[in-house]
């Protein structure tokens, strides 16, 4: 279901239609104007005056005849909010495998994403296209993470006020696998258009194709609302045909980050070999004394220092709980886990990367590879370092766990 057939919906359609879905709904009350035709996906001249959704299936049409490959269902309607019947399936035992949003009126767009929430229906979402360019600055995020865009600032904060009674706390906007946001972090240089005389002589409440919403807008580059609505029905397909991606945070990770979290992972990982084996000595000591059988050979290599030893071989203790060996990953495994794995956010909290985070290994009785390493505050890691997994919640371990099983066993594979 696509929310929105200008710029951005259009394009996504377009390509929803040629990637192979089988039906579309194509929701929007509005018509082709002069001014859309700049961003619009397949409106001409021609079109100028008829609904959007019309437009749009007549091309589509022309692209797939055969309704039993290609169902079309247009809507031209508003979507309000008060009429839940436009997100609503024929068949109520059947769900959406996505909906689209591309609506570029905040208060409806707040509507619109607090009906999928509430209802548990996907949804990715565009922010403003409007008064931006540059295309090596679109990212795709979780709705908390969206900055330098005024669109996701209101939509936040409306969401709130939409959703305070469903939903105690705001998780919702740090949950990709609810809502994926499409948006531009590039700095917004340009204003809304002014009035003309002549629009400000005659009234401006005439202006505006329905009462309350927004009359001034933004200058738009055509390319970029069509890159985003792109976008959009590439996640939409990945995620449909079951090969869905990860999106690389919008955040980059130092050189200096990298490495200062590969250090620190390596020197816990040898105190807790050391700790462990320490611990393997005193046990076999008594175990010595008792029978009378001497040091143990863990013992020499300790006691001796046996240069062996600072290879550091893998090797499992505590009656095969606990793996030890070298740390398997590196610089780049790191920025792959930051970024792609963990989006900089602790993995327990969802603390964003200002806080202090640390990468170590879920489940100790495995080697540190890209599937087994979370991103944790300090406080968190020390929680999981004292007690392990269990010191966290059922909910919190599903979630890791999960993400996991998503991770590569390392950055290159």
Not at 36 to 48: E, F, G, K, P, W
């Amino acid at each position: 279901c696509v929310v929105g057939l200008g710029g951005v919906g259009s394009h996504a359609a377009h390509m929803l239609a040629r990637g192979g879905v089988r039906y579309l709904r194509l929701v929007d009350f509005d018509q082709v104007t002069l001014s859309s035709l700049n961003r619009h996906a397949c409106a001409t001249l021609q079109d100028v005056g008829i609904p959007k959704a019309t437009c749009l299936v007549n091309f589509l049409r022309k692209i797939c005849p055969d309704p039993n490959y290609l169902q079309l269902d247009p809507r031209v309607q508003m979507y309000t909010g008060e009429d839940a019947s436009l997100l609503q399936l024929e068949n109520s035992q059947e769900s959406w495998n996505m909906v689209v949003d591309a609506i570029d009126d905040v208060p409806t767009k707040a509507k619109l994403l607090a009906y999928c929430i509430r209802n548990k229906i996907r949804v990715i979402s565009c922010m403003g296209a409007g008064g931006k360019s540059d295309m090596t600055r679109l990212h795709i995020s979780d709705l908390r993470s969206a900055s330098r865009d005024p669109l996701a600032s209101k939509l936040r904060q409306l969401l709130k006020k939409e959703l305070k009674d469903f939903s105690p706390t705001t998780s919702y906007m740090d949950d990709m696998e609810q809502v994926a946001v499409i948006y531009s972090s590039e700095k917004t240089v340009v204003k809304l258009v002014d009035f003309t005389d002549q629009q400000i002589k005659e009234g401006v409440h005439h202006f505006g194709a329905v009462d309350g919403m927004r009359i001034r807008v933004l200058p738009v580059l055509g390319t970029m609302p069509a890159i985003m609505g792109q976008s959009c029905a590439a996640m939409a397909l990945c995620e449909i045909g079951k090969q869905p991606f990860s999106p690389m945070a919008g955040e980059r990770v130092s050189r200096n980050v990298r490495h200062r979290l590969l250090q620190h992972l390596k020197q816990r990982e040898k105190v807790r070999r050391d700790d462990l084996e320490s611990k393997e000595v005193v046990e076999n000591d008594d175990v010595s004394s008792t029978e009378g059988n001497g040091s143990s050979e863990a013992d020499v290599n300790v006691k001796n220092n046996n240069p062996n030893e600072d290879k550091r071989a893998p090797r499992m203790l505590q009656n095969g709980t606990k793996w030890v060996g070298p740390v398997q990953i590196d610089g780049d495994d790191v920025e792959y886990l930051m970024t792609e794995v963990w989006r900089n956010r602790c993995a327990v909290t969802g603390d964003r990367l200002g806080t202090v985070l640390e990468l170590t290994r879920w489940d100790l009785s495995r080697p540190s590879t890209c599937n087994n390493m979370v991103l944790m505050g300090k406080s968190s890691m020390q929680k999981h370092d004292a007690v392990g997994q269990s010191s966290f919640s059922l909910d919190v371990r599903k979630r890791i766990e999960s993400r996991l099983l998503s991770a590569r066993v390392d950055s290159n594979a």
